[in-house]
């Protein structure tokens, strides 16, 4: 997340978009561009065998069309275009904003968690130090069992926060 990638497969998508914008008005302009057709076809009227060879035929032709107007549609179309076009390069920019936000969100909350598991882990290693003067002490009768159990069991609760605290760090690594 820490570094700057040029590419990212989430924007390729309004890359698509507006070269799939550009095709539709590219197809669309197609349509008002002079089209000349050629065109043959060729027949058999066989009823009676004698006469077939009289009665073969065959015609060819050639056809010229040029719109002369298209009612203002060019222009309607490509102002749709243009605006859809806005409307993805907008979205594009809302989306790198609210990833940058995202990250920074993500990026705090990590810092967060270790912030908090480096508490954690020296909270344990004061309760392992304090067991064990309390396991001297008890040995020379100078402490009851009960507060070394009651000790163990605070220490217990704190590796439970303590594991707790790395798996939702991992969670939201993995999210």
Do not use: C, W
Not at 13 to 18: G, N, T
Not at 69 to 80: A, C, F, P, T, V
Not at 105 to 118: G, R, T, V
């Amino acid at each position: 997340m820490n570094t700057a990638r040029e590419t990212s497969h989430f924007l390729e998508k309004y890359k698509l978009d507006s070269t799939n914008l550009i095709a539709q008005q590219n197809s669309f302009e197609t349509k008002y561009l002079p089209q000349i057709n050629l065109f043959g076809n060729s027949g058999l009227n066989a009823v009676y065998a004698p006469t077939i060879p009289s009665r073969i035929g065959f015609s060819a032709g050639l056809s010229l069309s040029y719109p002369l107007s298209d009612g203002g549609q060019k222009k309607l179309n490509r102002e749709k275009i243009n605006v859809q076009q806005n409307a993805v390069a907008f979205n594009r920019e809302i989306f790198e904003s609210q990833n940058q936000v995202r990250k920074a969100k993500i990026l705090n909350e990590l810092a967060s968690y270790s912030s908090k598991i480096e508490i954690a882990e020296q909270q344990l290693n004061d309760y392992q130090t304090l067991l064990e003067s309390y396991k001297k002490e008890i040995l020379s009768g100078q402490l009851t069992i009960i507060n070394y159990l009651s000790v163990l069991k605070n220490m217990a609760a704190a590796q439970r926060d303590y594991i707790l605290l790395y798996s939702q760090q991992q969670t939201l690594i993995n999210t």
